[in-house]
């Protein structure tokens, strides 16, 4: 059974949200779960994890500051996520507002630890976006996501 | 009075209609303004222009090909489009399915040829984006696209 | 066994290193190999193998459109490339000439097909890179995402 | 006058050096130039400034958190920095480690606030890029762009 972390953070709830539904995803698909504000996550759970998915809101065309000061940290477990399953989410005000350059700034991340990420043939192909809450096409991509991210975990085992 | 060139690629129309909001745009704010589809455009009308808006769909991830191979036949103006303005507008199927991956991708090419992009705060931040046709909030983005190109283009004669 | 298959442009044959180079750590890795000119492969190609790798030159900060053309064309099978492994090289003139946003732009066309992709701890994280033709430090970066890429691909098969 | 006002962040005292290479430069082309670590600028100060540039090294593929918080912060500004001009350099250890992807990240920022950037023919398009220490070729891309930067302020007054 793969373990998915999804660490996130949200302001308005909306971003919350989201992380919730990715997570019903992969448990939905088998996986065992564990959702976390990124104010509580601490830089060892992204070893203990098969699968690490990160969720931001967009600010300024990228993902918020605090996530990003917890992925600065994580160099202390750079070489040690290598081949990791990894996803990544994210929220914005507006459609054309930044969310694909948020999920590209996550993914990145991901691929420089190493890890193993995995793009969509249908909607929202590097990540689900949600363009303020998230609606029914909103909730089918994260519920993907996380459904994508547990069976490519279980494939793949750390 | 800015010479604005808009050159595009559009197979279902929707980028066409894009385009030609665009132009609108420019016109309201002054400017003498051309669109060209990408086949019938010429390399030398680049250098005539004052300010360069490319659109196109979003075709895995990123612009057509057929306006990519445009812009790399541009390489014999290389140096001399330096100090001009431009811009990028694009269309997708979906949300979350490329379009601000498309729009940075020209602006890419923008950049490379030293020219002057400008953001907007609201809306459509990297350049206007639509779903299938363009809708009311699209045809809104288009048309400030191009006044905010044009009235840039006004302050930067070549 | 698995089948890796490299599609690749080249103008004054960096790339062309490149792609050999990245094709001897495939088979070092024990996978299959075939290298085409992007002129000289074909769609069905892409359907044919286990792990796909594009190269190309870094023109106007992206990939060269006779590329792009040829991922235009693998729309006709969308949803079939789906969990394949990939991976990207590019060439450039310049450091910071646009290296890296080639890379990335070609692995964005990755994940809209589906597949999956893998960074790496070490070097060049989205995948190698070389300005001019490829010296020790590029050879090394392209072997090592020929190995990395055929490693994955039979953890994956098709 | 134009005024530049450059905040980085730098751990090793490359960026930092970066940092006064672009200072430099603006204040070759004429410009007031005040340079600060993010540690000591304040959000009021992008206000104050005519033009305002960007530095960090690459974390994971993208600025510092540290400097994205202060970005983060700098939405009490959202509006009042439109048609103010920007740029961005970044650091990394490795070429191929993320230095454009750390740059665009900054650039996409500058742009979300409306303001104008304008890339480069020669050597870093995007803004300078140095791997490790700045060397003979990162000094004359930092003062090239401290240089640009401070002209097109010279031309665009807020």
Redesign the interface.
């Known amino acids: 059974m793969a373990k998915v972390l999804i660490v996130y953070y949200s302001r308005t709830g909306n971003t919350e949200k989201m992380a919730e539904l990715v997570g019903e995803g992969a448990r939905e698909a088998g996986a065992e779960v564990v959702v976390k504000k990124v104010q509580e996550a601490e830089i060892a759970d992204l070893q203990e994890a098969d699968a690490i998915i990160f969720g931001s809101p967009t600010?300024?065309?990228?993902?918020?500051?605090?996530?990003?000061?917890?992925?600065?940290k994580?160099?202390v477990l750079?070489?040690k996520l290598?081949?990791k399953v990894g996803g990544a989410f994210a929220s914005s005000h507006?459609?054309?507002?930044?969310?694909?350059?948020t999920i590209?700034?996550l993914l990145?991340?991901?691929?420089?630890?190493?890890?193993?990420?995995?793009?969509?043939?249908e909607?929202?192909?590097?990540?689900?976006?949600s363009?303020g809450s998230p609606d029914r096409?909103a909730e089918t991509?994260c519920r993907s996501l996380g459904q994508r991210v547990a069976r490519?975990a279980e494939?793949?085992p750390a």
């Open positions: 600010y300024y065309g990228h993902s918020a500051g605090i996530l990003r000061e917890f992925i600065d994580s160099v750079h070489g290598t081949g507006n459609l054309g507002g930044g969310n694909e350059t590209r700034d990145d991340a991901l691929l420089v630890h190493g890890m193993v990420i995995q793009g969509s043939v909607g929202d192909h590097y990540g689900p976006v363009v096409k991509q490519l494939k793949l």
